[in-house]
């Protein structure tokens, strides 16, 4: 499960309009918009099951703020560390567990585990004063992402209340940052320079330590695997797929140049991220192995409304169901998270 750290958030526009709305606006056909906390709103990602959603809003004065989204509660402001800004980007399978990053009252951004009963804690970091988690695995004990080291150099990381936090090392270079990780934590994906500053796409163990898995020149990055570990999704310009069978395969475009896989599902059969139309726009997209890579925009025109359209596909629950992510809603006149069902 997940992807890069907010790669579409930094392109969200705060000037968009729109009403209070903490609920979620239904629509019909198999799509529905999940409304904000204020401004605007992005799904990260979802459950097994798409019971529930974490990932952030903006408020009514423009500030990120982490949320947890079930049937049950609505939107959940998930708190901060002391300084108005946190964002959600993991979830466990059962949705109990979320994890992001809050800024603390001295500015410092920190990696963040949160439960409804013991809110956020703060796991720490490999010796600087930067951490961010981008995943957790499905069982909810290992949470991976990256942090500053003592020598202020940016690294992965795998931790658990049992190990604390790891240091992943990296392919040769100064930085790495880990995305995604397998059900049971045991595989690690994500991105590291390598001795000559070159970003690679890299899959780790224990066994085997960091190993690169693109083979490409350009530079690459891997935002997720599925459960048991055996398919890596991530881009080198181009959204692709790797297995252990079958090594790297692209899978496709929407008619233009560019895109990212960003998350797959259980058994590695959907893909979802975002790619270039003919005329330049990202879109996003679903991918299967029968169907090909598939504008949601497209699937979803009968109940996104006119003049709407669905920019990122950040993630897939588990069972290949439901996918969430990032668009523009017409009608309230304001970038939303969004989830098909």
């Not at 947890?68 to 509660?73: I, L, P, V």
Request: net charge neutral; with cysteine; hydrophobic share 40%.
């Amino acid at each position: 499960m997940s992807k890069t750290l907010p790669c579409a958030a930094l392109l969200i526009v705060f000037a968009m309009g729109g009403a209070f709305n903490s609920t979620v606006d239904a629509q019909s056909g198999g799509m529905k918009w999940m409304g904000s906390l204020g401004r605007t709103s992005q799904g990260y990602e979802v459950s097994t099951n798409g019971s529930v959603i974490a990932g952030y809003t903006a408020d009514a004065a423009g500030y990120y703020r982490a949320f947890h989204w079930s049937a049950a509660t609505g939107m959940r402001d998930l708190g901060d560390f002391g300084y108005r800004y946190a964002a959600a980007y993991g979830v466990s399978g059962n949705g109990s567990i979320v994890v992001g990053e809050a800024w603390n009252a001295s500015f410092e951004q920190r990696a963040f585990r949160w439960t409804a009963a013991g809110g956020l804690q703060d796991i720490g970091t490999l010796g600087g004063s930067y951490a961010v988690a981008a995943d957790i695995s499905a069982n909810g004990v290992w949470i991976v992402g990256q942090s500053y080291t003592s020598g202020s150099m940016t690294h992965a990381f795998r931790w658990s209340a049992a190990t604390g936090m790891q240091d992943l090392g990296t392919l040769g270079g100064f930085e790495s940052g880990a995305f995604g990780v397998s059900a049971d934590g045991s595989v690690v994906v994500g991105r590291s320079s390598d001795s000559r500053g070159f970003y690679r796409a890299f899959r780790w163990t224990a066994q085997t330590g960091m190993v690169r898995i693109d083979p490409s020149e350009g530079e690459s990055s891997a935002y997720s695997v599925s459960a048991d570990g055996s398919t890596v999704v991530g881009q080198n310009g181009d959204a692709w797929r790797w297995t252990v069978a079958g090594g790297l395969q692209s899978l496709g475009t929407l008619g233009g140049v560019g895109g990212a896989a960003y998350d797959v599902s259980d058994n590695g059969s959907v893909i979802v991220g975002d790619a270039a139309t003919s005329s330049g726009a990202r879109r996003a997209f679903r991918w299967t192995a029968a169907g090909g890579m598939k504008n949601l925009s497209s699937t979803y025109s009968s109940s996104i409304g006119s003049g709407s359209y669905l920019i990122y596909a950040n993630a897939v629950s588990g069972d290949g169901v439901h996918v969430v992510g990032y668009g523009y809603n017409k009608k309230t006149n304001r970038y939303e998270a969004y989830c098909t069902h």
